[in-house]
């Protein structure tokens, strides 16, 4: 179990809640991976919901490197924590800015991976993600960044599903930080049936 402040009214436990009612779901799933699993979880329906966001907003935020000079995602799962979290930051006196890494470069134009300011060559960025199985997706963002010549040494998801997406992480040389667990989300949907 992943250890948070479980208290009823905390942030962390009202966004597990929202979690376990909304985002998780039992039965036959094939996932983004390949891989057939008994547990689904799409965050969507809690990152798009204004109290959703706002609350995950902040518990973000905390992991986020304190010399970051940006958040950065995989579209579309990060676009809203990536734009959130930045406001959030901007509303505590924290500068960072928002990037959002296509799943294939633009075909016209510049030909970027990469959308919004972009910082310095060599600046810190940190990627927020909001489901790690594998841990694929936010790999293929971390290597775009690290291609663009940025710093990258930490993934923030809201769930990870225990499923490698750490061995993978550490394999890469990169700090995983979940908000919750798959295990945290399937025990709370048991504690509302």
Same mark, same amino acid.
């Given at each position: ?6 208290s009823k009214n905390s942030p962390e436990s009202k966004v597990l809640t929202m979690l376990?009612?909304? @985002?998780?779901?039992? $039965? ?22 204004? +109290? $959703? ?6 518990? &973000? ?8 000079? @940006? ?5 579309? $799962?990060?676009?809203? *924590? ?5 406001? @959030? ?32 060559? $060599?600046?810190?960025v940190t990627v927020l993600e909001d489901v790690v199985t594998s841990g694929g997706s ?6 775009? &960044?690290?291609?663009?010549?940025? +710093? ?14 750490? =061995? ?7 700090? *995983? ?8 989300? =399937?025990?709370? @949907?048991?504690?509302?049936?």
């Amino acid at each position: 179990m992943s250890s948070f402040n479980t208290s009823k009214n905390s942030p962390e436990s009202k966004v597990l809640t929202m979690l376990a009612k909304n @985002a998780y779901r039992k $039965g036959m799933f094939t996932l983004a991976s390949g891989r057939q699993s008994q547990h689904y979880v799409n965050c969507k329906p809690v990152t798009l919901s204004g +109290l $959703g966001l706002s609350l995950l907003s902040l518990l &973000l935020l905390k992991h986020v490197d304190k010399d970051a000079s @940006a958040v950065a995602g995989l579209t579309l $799962g990060a676009d809203p *924590l990536v734009s959130a979290v930045v406001i @959030a930051g901007a509303q505590a006196g924290f500068s960072l800015d928002a990037l959002i890494v296509r799943k294939e470069a633009k075909d016209h134009g510049t030909g970027s991976w990469l959308e919004g300011p972009l910082p310095e060559k $060599g600046a810190l960025v940190t990627v927020l993600e909001d489901v790690v199985t594998s841990g694929g997706s936010s790999l293929k963002a971390v290597n775009q &960044l690290r291609q663009a010549g940025y +710093l990258v040494r930490q993934v923030v998801a809201i769930v990870d599903r225990q499923e490698g997406a750490d =061995i993978a992480m550490k394999e890469a040389d990169i700090e *995983l930080t979940s908000l919750y667990l798959l295990e945290d989300v =399937i025990a709370r @949907a048991e504690d509302l049936v």
